[in-house]
């Protein structure tokens, strides 16, 4: 018999680069995917699409669909009503109705789907749905959608799960969905006392995460339970919205998931659950709802910013007073969109130390797709618009822009703008080793004729958004081998394999020999969900406490048992002595919710606001065809700051990954929307995210020297990280090669071509 | 079956096999919904990331775009036929080594175009690398590291030739 013992000679797991425990599924083709999931007698659900951006629905025509030979049946709003009378959903807001009720809000909502056992006979029937609507006004900007009288939603219904939104119940008469304010010190004092004052506009782009694998869900009804296998990064928080929505039990509802094709955000909250969810109850057999890559454009988004920022600086160049006023496009539904609105929002005056702060951050509900969370919850979008701001500040005051920041930065123990004290946010360690990775001081070539170069570096962090709950199990069984249970997602960022280390790490066992039990509610317990770079940290302590407790439970076995105090805690050998076989288990359980102190309602003010800080520093070079426009990267400088790293392979894997994505929405992601808002550019034909070309040859990856202390074996999370500089330093860049500053995202050649042209009073006809 | 439903045979990962498709069913379809074959997976639909990638008569083609019936007589091999022999192909031992995928979604196609080109091209530079692969994306973009592994991959087929 092969036993697996809880030996001390395998110590140290975290800190090992290891190999994805999936590694192997995933060369051979043969990873699970909610993608490949068939379940019998199942039926194909497509949607039938609003083509208007706002209208109220007149009348939905499905009779030539339902006729069609082959399909099994037709659904609109007025059917979902028959199982969820209230079919309102969303993680912030309960704004968002299954399928479109009363109103349409924007083109490509859900308005009707066809079931059928033939996936094209059900899309060949959406074609012959007609839908006639009462068309209404329209809004489409962030700035202009905060003030207009064009309503996307007559009242606000915030979902009453977060407190610091139940203040806008019942609001009506507006398109702001949260206005979070912070107030420190007095920004009009600061500015009239400033040597300087300097106030710009910052926009960027809405672009979407398109994972590969495009967002899937099926729900399987049961004899008074429902399972919904969904390719989801949050499982809990399904469970606990369909149980909701069914006003059932949470136990009567299993969520399960598998590997996820990619997530960045997208699979966040409840997506496509729901409308599974009532269809499989509707048609009672089971129900796939697989969308297309189009379809993906018409769900969730990352929200277009507009970001005035207005900053007094001293005579010796030291930032002393910073407003910020920052409209998020939420789109039509709010989804997540105003905890972004304020977990980033609260960030917005960057990582420097200054006296006095405001901050103005609004959701804003618009007639577009709906926009929420997005690889780095709208950190990139803040650290675009400070640290553009920056480099524009030390250029005007002609000083070097590593030498600014170094006079502004937040360091070790002084106050955040929301008063929290820094800790453990290695940002100035960071801002150095990107400086040296660029050999900022060395002499600089710059190029000649039509080719130019310059170089630009960014700084920029983000709060982990707490306060979270995430709860473990650990189980040794009758062998000694050892089941994790967790319902955090690997989508790609080798969470499996981490929480393996980490387990593995306290009790003595190779990480290799440790199985992780995918999410499945009926099986692993509660985690709030894998979004911002959270898991390292809460899952990590939850899943370390888990270990530690089985470690207690062996103690307490062994004293039962009469061992000597010294003897090894060996699970296998202890269970048989109990049972007399190999039989039994020892089980620990551990949860973690880190503290957290929310902040004033009227000043944004906290003593903690976070548990930690994540740190990310890009620098790059570039070449700039001044007769095209056209930019090429040609260094690309990535420097985070996670803590340990518990697996510094693929560490570095997120480190570059982060920043290619960021490059791509940095340099040509956009969503193209016409005056009406139809989307113009929903394919990879059209939507050009980074290919194999638009990397550079080298691409550098550091993780500096520093541990955090209350995380778990000094560790915190790494995900977001690199995308938070990329943007900035790249404008940066083009303004140092050849002297033109773009202040809205995407950086496209044509965007430097008719920023050259204007510079030389030739401006080009807008298109 | 319908009226317009037709009978195709080809060789399936080296076993002959036959199936009753539709004409408008893509090979991709059919090596999924009828042969459980899932490593090819339909992505962008456009035949534009190459997630869908297999081999028919020896050709690297978009599954997500090749009609079945086009694979009647032929030769069509997936990813899952790389390890048949128990063995690793050098490219997915490669692609573990260097780390060179994140969900692994794109990986099959990435896979199954990396040994193409090393079959054509036992020793490609980095741009005969990238030049070949270019019609693959990966949103996790673990693109270095798939440099990488094919550059490995090249040196573990040389060694195991010698």
Redesign the interface.
Same mark, same amino acid.
């Given at each position: 018999m092969t036993t697996i013992e809880t030996t001390p000679e395998v110590t140290r797991q975290v800190g090992r680069s290891l190999n994805r425990l999936e590694a192997r599924a995933k060369v051979t083709g043969r990873a699970e995917y909610i993608h490949n999931l068939v379940l019998p007698r199942m039926l194909y659900g497509k949607i039938f699409r609003s083509t208007l951006a706002h209208g109220r629905i007149v009348s939905i025509d499905v009779s030539a669909a339902r006729d069609m030979e082959g399909v099994y049946g037709v659904y609109t709003a007025q059917d979902i009503l028959r199982v969820i009378p209230d079919p309102y959903f969303g993680p912030a807001f309960h704004d968002q109705p299954i399928l479109a009720l009363d109103k349409v809000r924007y083109v490509g909502e859900p308005v009707a789907v066809v079931l059928a056992a033939d996936p094209h006979i059900a899309e060949e029937a959406t074609h012959l749905i007609v839908a006639e609507y009462k068309e209404l006004p329209a809004v489409f900007n962030e700035v202009e959608a905060a003030s207009s009288d064009v309503l996307v939603h007559d009242i606000l219904k915030p979902a009453g799960t977060f407190p610091d939104l139940k203040h806008l119940a019942g609001r009506k008469g507006t398109n702001v969905a949260l206005d979070f304010q912070l107030r420190r010190g007095n920004v009009e004092t600061a500015f009239a006392a400033a040597a300087h004052v300097f106030e710009d506009t910052f926009t960027t782009q809405q672009v979407m995460h398109t994972p590969l694998e495009p967002m899937v869900s099926l729900a399987e009804p049961g004899d008074g339970t429902i399972t919904i296998h969904t390719a989801s990064q949050s499982p809990s928080f399904v469970r606990i919205e369909i149980a909701r929505l069914l006003g059932w039990a949470e136990n009567r509802v299993r969520v399960r998931t598998a590997l996820l094709g990619g997530g960045f955000g997208a699979k966040l909250y409840i997506k496509l659950e729901a409308l599974v969810t009532a269809l499989a109850l509707l048609a009672r057999r089971p129900v796939k709802v697989a969308l297309t890559m189009e379809e993906q454009f018409f769900t969730i988004t990352k929200h277009a910013t507009t970001f005035r920022m207005k900053t007094a600086v001293s005579a010796d160049g030291r930032i002393t007073g910073r407003k910020c006023d920052v409209w998020w496009n939420g789109g039509a539904y709010a989804d997540i969109g105003p905890r972004v609105t304020q977990k980033s929002g609260f960030t917005a005056s960057g990582p420097y130390d200054i006296e006095n702060v405001s901050i103005d951050s609004y959701a804003v509900y618009t007639n577009l797709p709906p926009a929420g969370a997005f690889r780095g919850f709208g950190i990139p979008q803040m650290v675009w618009a400070y640290e553009s701001h920056a480099d524009m500040i030390a250029r005007a005051l002609k000083i070097d822009p590593v030498e600014f920041r170094r006079r502004n930065i937040l360091r070790e123990g002084r106050p955040h703008a929301t008063g929290t004290p820094m800790r453990d946010a290695a940002l100035d360690l960071v801002l150095e080793r990107v400086a040296a990775r660029m050999n900022w001081t060395a002499p600089f070539e710059r190029g000649a004729g039509t080719l130019r170069r310059g170089r630009g570096i960014g700084i920029g962090f983000k709060a982990l958004v707490a306060p979270t709950t995430s709860v473990a199990m650990v189980s040794l069984a009758g062998d000694g081998s050892c089941t994790v249970y967790s319902s955090t997602v690997d989508m790609g960022q080798a969470s499996d394999t981490a929480i393996a280390l980490m387990a593995g790490d306290v009790l003595g066992i190779a990480a290799e020999k440790i199985k992780v039990i995918r999410p499945d509610t009926d099986v692993t317990p509660y985690d709030m969900a894998t979004l911002g770079s959270r898991s390292t940290f809460h899952m990590g302590h939850a899943v370390r406490l888990a270990a530690e407790d089985a470690l207690v439970k062996l103690r307490e076995l062994a004293d039962e048992l009469g061992m000597p105090a010294d003897a090894p805690l060996a699970a296998g050998e202890l269970l048989r002595r109990k049972y007399g076989m190999q039989a039994g288990n020892i089980v620990g359980v551990g949860s973690f919710i880190p503290s957290y102190t929310k902040p004033e309602h009227e000043t944004g003010q906290s003593e903690n606001i976070t548990p930690n800080w994540m740190v990310g520093g890009c620098g790059v070079e570039v070449e700039v065809d001044t007769e095209t426009g056209h930019i090429r990267l040609i260094r690309f400088e990535n420097v985070v700051d996670c803590g340990t790293p518990i697996n510094p392979k693929v560490v570095d894997t997120q480190i570059s990954g982060a920043a290619i994505m960021q490059l791509g929405i940095t340099m040509f992601e956009r969503m193209e929307f016409d005056e009406v808002g139809q989307l113009r550019n929903a394919s990879f034909a059209e939507y050009k995210i980074p290919g194999i070309h638009d990397i550079p040859s080298t691409i550098g990856r550091e993780t500096v020297d520093s541990y955090q202390h209350n995380g778990p074996f000094g560790a915190k999370g790494v995900g977001e990280s690199s995308t938070f500089g990329v943007a900035s330093a790249i404008a940066e860049a083009i303004e140092d090669a050849v002297g033109v500053r773009l202040t809205s995202l995407p950086l496209t050649p044509e965007a430097v071509f008719r920023a050259l042209c204007a510079a030389k009073h030739e401006p080009m006809p807008e298109e | 079956m319908s009226a317009t439903s037709i009978t195709i045979h080809f060789v399936l990962n080296g076993e002959r096999v036959s199936a009753e498709i539709?004409p408008?069913h893509t090979i991709l379809e059919v090596l999924? $919904?009828r042969f459980a @074959?899932?490593?090819?997976?339909e !992505? =962008?639909? $456009?035949g +534009? =990331?190459g =997630?869908c990638t297999v081999l028919v008569n020896g050709e690297s083609v978009s599954g997500c775009l090749f009609l079945a019936a086009m694979a009647d007589g032929g030769e069509v091999v997936?990813? #899952?036929h790389?390890?048949s022999e128990g063995q +690793?192909d050098p490219v $997915?031992q490669a692609? %573990? #080594?260097c780390?060179a995928? $994140?969900?692994?979604?794109?990986? !099959?196609g990435f %896979?199954l175009m990396s040994r193409e080109l090393l079959d054509r091209n036992p020793d490609p530079s #980095?741009a005969e690398i990238?030049h070949y @692969? !270019?019609g693959? @994306?990966?949103? =996790?973009?673990?693109?270095?590291? %798939? %440099?990488e592994a094919v550059k490995l991959a090249a040196q573990m087929r040389k060694q195991t030739l010698a």
């Open positions: - | 539709e408008h999924r $919904q @074959l899932y490593g090819a997976r !992505s =962008c639909g $456009q +534009l =990331c =997630c997936t990813v #899952e790389l390890d +690793l $997915q692609f %573990i #080594e780390g995928f $994140q969900c692994g979604f794109c990986t !099959s %896979i #980095e990238r @692969l !270019s693959n @994306l990966c949103r =996790c973009a673990a693109y270095p590291e %798939i %440099i």
